[in-house]
């Protein structure tokens, strides 16, 4: 399976297509390991619910799972700033990856970076590892994620997470079927799912939690955002701002 692939560039933006107008990923050329778009940064924002140094010294995430690689964003920003980090990436069309080597600084692969070419659905249920922090932002051309949008899927993924594992999945181009894809998720992890409300580009990320239950107040979820401002640059004020704002926080909490 390869897409078309089309590069373009704008104000010191590139971008990823799949022969058509939509964006399948972006990188500043002078900032390559910052979050471009809005839902690259809030696909990070479990590093708002789980601290990255838990009480027994260990450190979150210290493996993560990638499924769809588009523009490399989530790989270059986790690579470079969880430094702690194993990560995998599963991308189904290897002309997505060449791509991302030549015109998006996709990492090497060593010891601890590594890709595997194939279906991220077929992987999980083949690999038994368990994974801190799954990260699942695949799509075709016309913005449809087929398997990876099914509760199957979403279970298999749960049984993969680790006592404290996090899932995080975009749930744009669903636009239609964006209820039914967040029951979905919501069933599959026994109601242990939030879909954060719409960044500007209309995308809707959601995140299902397995292990440890996590409760964090409004004013923890700021002090964290500042933390990861001061440490690697990604903003996730608005984030919490809209969080706060959308009655997804009875008490002030988020619970999950």
Request: with cysteine.
């Amino acid at each position: 399976m390869n897409p078309p692939i089309d590069i373009s560039e704008e104000a010191g933006v590139r971008y990823l297509h799949f022969g058509s107008d939509w964006i399948q990923g972006a990188m500043r050329i002078r900032k390559p390991h910052a979050l471009e778009l809005a839902y690259t940064r809030e696909m990070m924002a479990g590093l708002l619910l789980r601290d990255g140094l838990a009480a027994d010294g260990a450190h979150w995430p210290r493996k993560v799972l990638i499924i769809g690689l588009g523009a490399a964003s989530l790989a270059r920003f986790v690579h470079h700033h969880l430094p702690q980090a194993k990560i995998r990436v599963v991308e189904i069309a290897p002309a997505v990856v060449a791509a991302a080597r030549q015109f998006f600084r996709l990492p090497a692969e060593d010891a601890r970076f590594s890709i595997h070419i194939g279906c991220g659905a077929q992987y999980v249920l083949e690999h038994d590892g368990q994974w801190d922090y799954v990260l699942v932002d695949g799509f075709d051309r016309n913005a449809r994620a087929g398997v990876l949008d099914t509760e199957p899927f979403h279970q298999a993924v749960r049984a993969r997470l680790s006592a404290r594992g996090i899932m995080a999945v975009n749930l744009f181009g669903r636009s239609r079927g964006y209820k039914s894809s967040l029951e979905r998720i919501v069933r599959a992890y026994d109601d242990r799912a939030i879909a954060f409300p719409s960044c500007d580009s209309g995308n809707v990320v959601a995140f299902g939690a397995a292990g440890e239950a996590i409760t964090r107040t409004v004013d923890e979820l700021r002090e964290r955002a500042r933390q990861l401002k001061a440490e690697t640059g990604l903003d996730l004020g608005p984030t919490v701002s809209r969080l706060e704002q959308s009655g997804n926080l009875p008490g002030g909490q988020l619970l999950l």
